[in-house]
């Protein structure tokens, strides 16, 4: 329950962030009395309320939080490098606030560095080709698009990206393959159990209005809070 209502408070604040405005709330509000959230959110032709999120339209470069406009920039002039290093906040931030929140006690340094890598060197770098990818040979937003990615990335990529996480931790540690098994075959599925409870409706809303170039952005917003439960996951014996 404390882990839907941080990923909610991040969705508010991500909403915040990308420059969602009260005209954009109304109209939001207006369909949702109409009909179910997500039906409506996943209606052809309602991305067209917000030019924010419409990967056709001309981004304003300047939006509610400060720096929005140079990060754009950093996008558009080196987006490998920038989404690694925006994962790499993202990381961080989840951990710390694990550590502080969750697990308590003094900060541990090396934990904390140890994830925050890992959002540069995999998951910043992995997300920019693997959206990329998916946006490439299954473009579109309407309703069927939009669940067929939903359904690749959480029964085919979050499998994967679980695997490679468990396995560079236990690396890190200096762990055995088959220890790092172990740590996947016990693991795993208490990890892929929480992925399935709060991404595949983030991801409803990634696919159908969020620009392919700020998917890794709007992810790490949401991942920040969900990063916490990896993190904890993560480092358990």
Do not use: E
Request: glycine residues 8%; charged residues 15%; hydrophobic residues 50%.
């Amino acid at each position: 329950m404390k882990l839907l209502t941080l990923i909610l408070a991040a969705s508010s604040l991500t909403a915040g962030a990308f420059g969602v405005n009260a005209k954009s709330s109304s109209v939001i509000s207006k369909v949702g009395l109409q009909k179910p959230a997500l039906v409506s959110a996943l209606r052809k032709g309602s991305a067209d309320s917000s030019a924010l999120f419409r990967r056709d339209a001309k981004l304003t470069r300047g939006g509610a939080v400060p720096g929005w406009a140079a990060y754009n920039d950093a996008l558009d002039a080196k987006p490998l490098l920038t989404k690694a290093l925006t994962s790499l906040v993202g990381w961080c931030l989840g951990d710390l606030l694990a550590q502080l929140f969750i697990v308590g006690g003094p900060i541990d340094v090396r934990r904390l560095v140890t994830l925050s890598v890992f959002g540069f060197i995999y998951h910043g770098p992995s997300g920019h080709y693997f959206y990329n990818w998916l946006d490439a040979k299954i473009p579109g937003t309407d309703a069927k698009t939009v669940a067929t990615k939903v359904a690749i990335d959480q029964v085919f990529w979050c499998p994967v990206f679980m695997c490679v996480f468990f396995t560079y931790l236990g690396l890190v540690a200096g762990d055995s393959f088959g220890t790092i098994g172990t740590k996947i075959q016990t693991d795993l599925l208490t990890a892929l159990q929480g992925s399935w409870k709060v991404w595949p409706l983030v991801h409803a809303v990634n696919f159908r209005f969020i620009s392919t170039k700020h998917r890794v952005a709007f992810i790490n917003a949401i991942q920040i809070a969900f990063n916490m439960f990896l993190s904890v996951i993560g480092s358990k014996n």
